[in-house]
C-alpha cells in the first residue's frame, strides 16, 4: 500500500509504517509527527529519532524501549514525554523505519 | 592434539550439558574442562512456576551443582568477577586466576527488580513478589496462602525475559487453584504486559489471547512499568496509567550477569553477550563462545533453546580445535509447553523464521501443538526428570535434535 504524505508518495504498512527507509525524509518526518500528536520536533525528539533511524540502517533492527534509554542517553521518562504514545515505535515511525518487532 | 583447557562459566542448564558434551567428547590427555558457579545449588526452574500454589517444593527442584557434573570436569564455587580478553584469563573475586583455551559463556541472566523505581522497595516479599527465584517463589507460596480474594496483577516489566511464557502459565493457575478454593469469584486477575498482545508471536498470542478471554483473566497490552508503590498497591506505567492490586506478582527486568559489563567490549547495553546466530561463536573474541540466556539471539530465553545449542556448541568447539569450519547449524528452535490449568497444557514449537503453528509435535502422531490437552500436561511434568537424566548428562532425546521439525504442522498465512 502507498501513502502520500506531504508531497511524496512513499510504501507503507498497515499502521503508516514505511517500509522502504529511503523514501524518507525530514518533511516526511515533521508530516507523520504531526499526524501523531506531535507539533513540533524539538532537537530531543530529532536526537532519539537519528538515534533509532541510524540503529536501523546499521544493524537492522531498531532498538526496545530499555535499549534505546540506555543507549541513545535520554532517559525513558523523557522519552514517553517526548513521544508519549510509545517511544520505541512513534520514533520508528517518524523516523521511516519499520516498525519495531518485539523480543521473543 | 596438545591438551586444551576449556573454561565454562556457570553451571545451570547450559554449562553443565556443555561440560557434560564435552567431556564425552574429548578424551582427560585432550581437553581439562572446567566449570565455575557461585553456589552449589543447581535449580530446576521450570519447577518454580509450581512451588506458590504448594505443587511442588525447593527441595524437589534443588540439586547439588557438582553431582550433575560427570566425573572429570573439575568444579570451581567462586563468583566471576571479569575476564582478561586478551590474556586469556578468567579473574575470579576470590583472587584465582584461570587461564583458558576456549571460554564458554554459560551464566544466564541477572534479575534486576532495582532498575523499576519502588519495585524492591517497601512491599517487596510482602504484597509484591517474583517466582523467578527459589526464594521468592517460597515467599509467594506464603502469600497465595493467606490471599482470600482482591486484585491480582501479573506484570513483566520488559523483554526480553526468560522463559516468556511463564507469567502466562502462573495467571492460568492462579485461576485454576482459586477456582478450586472458591474465592475466584471474589478476585480479579489482571495479567498486564509491554507487548502489543498476550503473547510476541502472532498466532499463539491469538491463541492465548482467548484462552485469557475464556477464563476471565483481564488483558491490559502495551503496559510499560514505570515504577511501583508496595505499600499503597499501584502499579504506574510510564504513559500514565496505574493498576490497582492486592498483590503483585512481578517479572522483574533482566540483564547479563555483571562480569560481564565488568570486561570491556564483552556485552552489549543490556548485558548480553553478541553471537552468532547459527555458530554460537561470540563476535567478541573467537575463542570464546556462548549459549543460553547469557546471549543476544532473537529466539526464546528458555531450556529447551539452550538444549539444543549445547549440542552445536560443543561440535563447535570440536571444530575450532581441529581448525575446521564452525557448523552453521542453529535455527533459533525454540520448543514450550505452557500450563493452563486444570491438569491441561498447551505445546509450541517455533524457529527464528517459523512461528508457533497448530499441528503436532515431533510429527503428525506426536503431542498436539497450541491445543489444550492432558498429554501436554503429563509432557510437563515427566520434563524434570528428563531435566535430570537426560538433558543436563548430555544424553541425544529419540526423535528430537536441535533442528525445528516442519512435519506435522499446518501452515497458516499469517496474520499482520
Ligand atoms: C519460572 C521459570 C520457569 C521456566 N520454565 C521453563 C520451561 O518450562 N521450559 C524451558 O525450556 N525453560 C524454562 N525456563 C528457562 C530456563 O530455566 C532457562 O532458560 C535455562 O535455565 C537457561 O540456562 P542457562 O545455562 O543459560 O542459565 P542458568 O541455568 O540460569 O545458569 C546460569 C548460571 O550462571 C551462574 N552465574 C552467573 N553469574 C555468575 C558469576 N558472576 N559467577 C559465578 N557464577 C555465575 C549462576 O549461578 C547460574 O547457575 C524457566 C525459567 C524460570 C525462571
Known amino acids: 500500500m502507498t501513502t502520500t504524505l506531504s508531497t511524496d508518495t512513499v510504501d507503507v504498512d498497515g499502521e503508516g509504517f514505511l517500509t522502504n527507509p529511503e523514501q524518507w525524509n525530514e518533511q516526511i518526518a515533521e508530516t507523520i509527527a504531526a499526524e501523531n500528536g506531535i507539533a513540533e520536533l524539538t532537537d530531543r525528539h530529532w536526537l532519539v529519532v537519528r538515534f533509532m533511524r541510524e540503529r536501523f540502517l546499521g544493524t537492522g533492527t531498531a532498538p526496545s524501549i530499555r535499549s534505546l534509554g540506555k543507549e541513545s542517553g535520554v532517559p525513558i521518562k523523557e522519552l514517553y514525554q517526548l513521544f508519549p504514545e510509545g517511544p520505541a515505535k512513534l520514533a520508528a515511525k517518524i523516523g521511516g523505519i519499520p516498525k519495531p518487532k518485539g523480543c521473543i | ?416
Not at chain 2, 55 to 77: A, N
Not at chain 2, 114 to 128: A, K, Y
Not at chain 2, 200 to 228: C, R, Y
Not at chain 2, 362 to 378: C, I
Open chain 2, 1 to 416: 592434539m596438545s591438551r586444551k583447557q576449556i573454561v565454562i562459566l556457570g553451571g545451570g542448564t547450559g554449562g553443565t550439558m556443555t561440560a557434560n558434551r564435552l567431556r564425552r567428547r574429548f578424551g582427560p590427555d585432550e581437553a581439562e574442562i572446567h566449570v565455575v558457579d557461585r553456589d552449589d545449588r543447581h535449580v530446576y526452574q521450570p519447577g518454580l512456576l509450581f512451588v506458590p500454589f504448594g505443587l511442588t517444593s525447593l527441595d524437589e527442584i534443588v540439586r547439588p551443582r557438582r553431582r550433575q557434573l560427570h566425573d572429570g570436569v573439575i568444579f570451581h564455587e567462586a563468583e566471576v568477577a571479569w575476564v582478561e580478553l586478551d590474556r586469556e584469563e578468567v579473574v575470579l573475586l576470590d583472587g584465582d586466576v584461570i587461564p583458558y583455551d576456549v571460554l564458554v559463556v554459560a551464566s544466564g541472566v541477572r534479575l534486576q527488580p532495582e532498575e523499576t523505581e519502588g519495585l524492591d522497595g517497601p512491599g517487596w516479599n510482602d504484597r509484591v513478589f517474583t517466582f523467578y527465584t527459589p526464594e521468592g517463589a517460597d515467599a509467594l507460596r506464603g502469600a497465595l496462602e493467606r490471599f482470600d480474594g482482591g486484585r491480582l496483577v501479573v506484570n513483566l516489566v520488559d523483554m526480553p525475559i526468560k522463559c516468556p511464557v511463564a507469567p502466562l502459565e502462573f495467571v492460568f493457575l492462579a485461576d485454576w487453584t482459586l477456582r478450586e478454593r472458591g474465592i475466584r469469584a471474589r478476585t480479579e486477575l489482571v495479567y498486564a504486559t509491554p507487548l502489543d498482545g498476550a503473547f510476541t508471536k502472532p498466532v499463539a498470542s491469538q491463541h492465548l489471547a482467548g484462552l485469557l478471554a475464556e477464563k476471565e483473566i483481564e488483558l491490559v497490552t502495551e503496559f510499560n512499568a514505570g515504577e511501583v508503590d508496595g505499600v499503597g498497591g499501584k502499579l504506574g506505567s510510564y504513559d500514565g496509567r496505574e493498576l490497582d492490586f492486592d498483590l503483585l506478582v512481578t517479572v522483574p527486568l533482566h540483564g547479563g550477569s555483571a562480569y560481564l559489563e565488568r570486561t570491556p567490549g564483552m556485552a552489549d547495553s543490556l548485558g548480553f553477550v553478541p553471537t552468532d546466530k547459527k555458530t554460537l561463536q561470540t563476535t567478541v573474541k573467537s575463542n570464546v563462545f556462548a549459549l543460553g540466556d547469557a546471549t543476544d539471539l532473537p529466539t526464546s530465553k528458555a531450556g529447551s533453546v539452550t538444549h539444543f545449542e549445547a549440542e552445536i556448541l560443543s561440535e563447535n568447539i570440536g571444530r575450532y580445535f581441529a581448525g575446521r569450519e564452525l557448523e552453521r547449524g542453529f535455527d533459533g528452535h525454540a520448543n514450550c509447553f505452557i500450563e493452563t490449568g486444570f491438569h491441561k497444557a498447551l505445546l509450541i514449537d517455533f524457529n527464528y523464521e517459523t512461528e508457533p503453528l497448530p499441528g503436532h509435535f515431533p510429527s503428525a502422531f506426536g503431542l498436539p501443538l497450541l491445543r489444550e490437552s492432558r498429554l501436554n500436561h503429563l509432557g510437563k511434568l515427566a520434563f524434570q526428570w528428563v531435566y535430570w537424566h537426560a538433558l543436563l548428562p548430555g544424553r541425544e532425546l529419540p526423535g528430537i535434535g536441535p533442528a525445528m521439525p516442519a512435519r506435522g504442522k499446518k501452515t497458516l498465512p499469517v496474520p499482520s
